[in-house]
């Protein structure tokens, strides 16, 4: 099919219910077209679709937020345009937070005629019993929840588990462990469960959070807060959103070239021997970086 997603007017039946109602506006539809070509660019880059094998099926999970909701749009138009040639299954894990408006999702997703499972699991109150009096809930949530994503998919038939994070979130994370868990390391857009029959895929991560906001608003969809960890004042994760919104402030498209950084990464200009043969290194010796597609030969330069 040619690659030309949005030239076909939004107008009848050319578009999935997903995307009725979507704004007209020529920046908008030059939004809509830099999230399909940014998801299809990471769906490539990094080998989520097995073209040779059989028919896979994707759990898309669907919290409530506008990261989750351009998640599901996206990938729903790349099937729709027959681009995409996996099943989607949209499904939401009520967490049994107090105030959780349980009935929102399950009547969006049956108006848009998106096949979806709703599963409910308390692990709010899990969380509140183990974590002590002033401590984040993230980690034991995140665990919880990953772990009941993981039941429903193999229950579902599901290859893989879809999930919304974008390149703000990759950044985050990357900065989080270097500030506090002294390591480089971040979310990769691909990664195999310890069991080895799931994979977690991340397509949103080249998209912008401004751009995932920017469009989940201007398509009205009813975005539900996450009340659990939102509450909890001085995380470090906003920590360092401020930091990288200030940085963006002074320098713009600042997290636009750090991200790239992630992307361009020469082990033998780092300090990690398991990654780079530094005592192979000598005059006339032929070394290989082995995380360098393309290799280096060369005695890496003073700098």
Request: proline share 7%; aromatic share 8%; with cysteine.
């Given at each position: 099919?040619?690659?030309?997603?949005?030239?076909?007017?939004?107008?009848?039946?050319?578009?999935?219910?997903?995307?009725?109602?979507?704004?007209?506006?020529?920046?908008?539809?030059?939004?809509?077209?830099?999230?399909?070509?940014?998801?299809?660019?990471?769906?490539?880059?990094?080998?989520?679709?097995?073209?040779?094998?059989?028919?896979?099926?994707w759990?898309?999970?669907?919290?409530?937020?506008?990261?989750?909701?351009?998640?599901?749009?996206?990938?729903?138009?790349?099937?729709?345009?027959?681009?995409?040639p996996?099943?989607?299954?949209?499904?939401?894990?009520?967490?049994?937070?107090?105030g959780?408006?349980?009935?929102?999702?399950?009547?969006?997703l049956?108006?848009?005629?998106?096949?979806?499972?709703?599963?409910y699991?308390?692990?709010?109150?899990?969380?509140?019993?183990?974590?002590?009096?002033?401590?984040?809930?993230?980690?034991?949530?995140?665990?919880?929840?990953?772990?009941?994503l993981?039941?429903?998919?193999?229950?579902?038939?599901?290859?893989?588990?879809?999930?919304?994070?974008?390149?703000?979130?990759?950044?985050?994370?990357?900065?989080?462990?270097?500030?506090?868990?002294?390591?480089?390391?971040?979310?990769?857009?691909?990664?195999?469960?310890?069991e080895?029959?799931?994979?977690?895929?991340?397509?949103?991560?080249?998209?912008?959070?401004?751009?995932?906001?920017?469009?989940?608003?201007?398509?009205?969809?009813?975005?539900?807060?996450?009340?659990?960890?939102?509450?909890?004042?001085?995380?470090?994760?906003?920590?360092?959103?401020?930091m990288?919104?200030?940085w963006?402030?002074?320098?713009?498209?600042?997290?636009?070239?750090?991200?790239?950084?992630?992307?361009?990464?020469?082990?033998?200009?780092?300090?990690?021997?398991?990654?780079?043969?530094?005592?192979?290194?000598?005059?006339?010796?032929?070394?290989?970086?082995?995380?360098?597609?393309?290799?280096?030969?060369d005695?890496?330069?003073?700098?």
């Amino acid at each position: 099919m040619p690659d030309t997603l949005h030239e076909a007017p939004d107008t009848g039946d050319d578009i999935h219910a997903l995307f009725h109602g979507a704004p007209k506006t020529t920046e908008f539809r030059k939004l809509r077209k830099r999230l399909i070509r940014e998801t299809r660019e990471a769906i490539e880059r990094y080998g989520m679709i097995d073209r040779d094998g059989p028919r896979r099926k994707w759990l898309v999970c669907l919290s409530g937020g506008k990261d989750s909701y351009t998640l599901l749009a996206v990938l729903t138009e790349l099937q729709w345009r027959g681009l995409l040639p996996v099943d989607l299954v949209a499904c939401n894990l009520d967490q049994g937070q107090p105030g959780f408006p349980a009935t929102v999702l399950p009547a969006f997703l049956e108006r848009m005629g998106v096949p979806h499972r709703i599963e409910y699991r308390d692990t709010y109150s899990v969380v509140k019993d183990k974590v002590p009096a002033g401590r984040t809930y993230c980690a034991l949530c995140s665990r919880l929840r990953r772990a009941n994503l993981y039941r429903v998919a193999r229950e579902e038939g599901c290859t893989s588990v879809v999930l919304g994070h974008h390149r703000d979130d990759i950044l985050e994370t990357f900065f989080l462990n270097l500030f506090h868990g002294g390591k480089i390391a971040t979310m990769p857009p691909k990664l195999l469960n310890d069991e080895g029959d799931l994979t977690l895929l991340r397509p949103l991560a080249h998209v912008a959070e401004s751009d995932c906001e920017t469009f989940a608003r201007a398509m009205d969809y009813p975005i539900i807060p996450c009340d659990l960890c939102g509450s909890q004042d001085g995380l470090q994760r906003q920590v360092i959103k401020r930091m990288l919104d200030e940085w963006e402030t002074r320098a713009p498209g600042r997290r636009a070239k750090m991200f790239s950084a992630l992307m361009q990464v020469r082990p033998s200009h780092m300090l990690d021997p398991e990654l780079f043969d530094f005592a192979g290194l000598a005059p006339g010796a032929t070394v290989t970086d082995v995380h360098d597609p393309n290799t280096f030969s060369d005695i890496p330069a003073l700098r």
